[in-house]
């Protein structure tokens, strides 16, 4: 499945719930789903709760269903919750990291910086958004790149806080992973066991 290009707003209002990763507009002032029948009663099946969950993931973070589906299968390969190892997974991608640490507004901003070779880890130029960040190394803008006009007022005016698992310097655009991201730094309202509940028997 390709990765959704279309207004963002609405998929955030469509699922009920704010996605900061997705888009920084809020779906508080129109609370229902889009179209002519979206202030109807919606019915829930225990099958649409279960893809709701698992479409906020895929949508906030930006990525495809194969995508997905590949990091909740190694998530179920580890020995901890593996709900709670996917969120990890995905906080660790490096497009999330740029994001996270102010440097962008948006994760598909941030995506956009990765892939035009403008973020640097522990001193290389890295162009993989997927590239996971292990804690100790460092995320840095390149020199060349410092004055674009999306880091500067990202920095100035971030999406959201500084998560406890990054450390940040505004004066030299550099982070830094401290640690493994916990259930806590996830931003996105999410059942995280209803996500395991779509995917374990299609798997």
């Known amino acids: 499945m390709a990765r959704y290009r279309g207004p963002r707003l609405r998929i955030a209002r469509r ?11 809020i779906a508080d002032r129109r609370p229902y789903p889009p179209g002519q ?48 190892v996917l969120l990890r997974l995905l906080e660790q991608r490096l497009d999330n990291v740029v994001f996270r640490l102010g440097l962008a507004p948006t994760i598909p901003a941030a995506r956009q910086l990765v892939v035009h070779r403008h973020i640097m880890v522990d001193g290389k130029r890295v162009d993989r958004p997927s590239y996971r960040v292990r804690p100790g190394q460092e995320i840095t803008v390149r020199p060349k790149s410092r004055d674009l006009a999306i880091i500067q007022e990202s920095v100035e005016a971030p999406t959201l806080r500084l998560p ?13 992973m401290e640690s493994v991201p916990s259930r806590e730094d996830v931003p996105v309202q999410v059942q995280e066991n209803l996500v395991v509940e779509y995917y374990s028997p299609r798997l």
């Open 15 to 25: 699922l009920g719930t704010d996605l900061p990763g997705l888009t920084r507009k």
């Open 164 to 176: 406890g698992y990054l450390s940040f310097d505004a004066k030299t655009l550099t982070g830094r």
């Open 37 to 84: 029948h979206g202030k109807g009663r919606q019915r829930f099946s225990e099958f649409k709760k279960q893809l709701y969950e698992k479409q906020k993931l895929r949508y906030n973070y930006g990525i495809g269903e194969r995508q997905l589906r590949n990091l909740f299968s190694e998530a179920q390969a580890s020995r901890d919750a593996a709900g709670k």
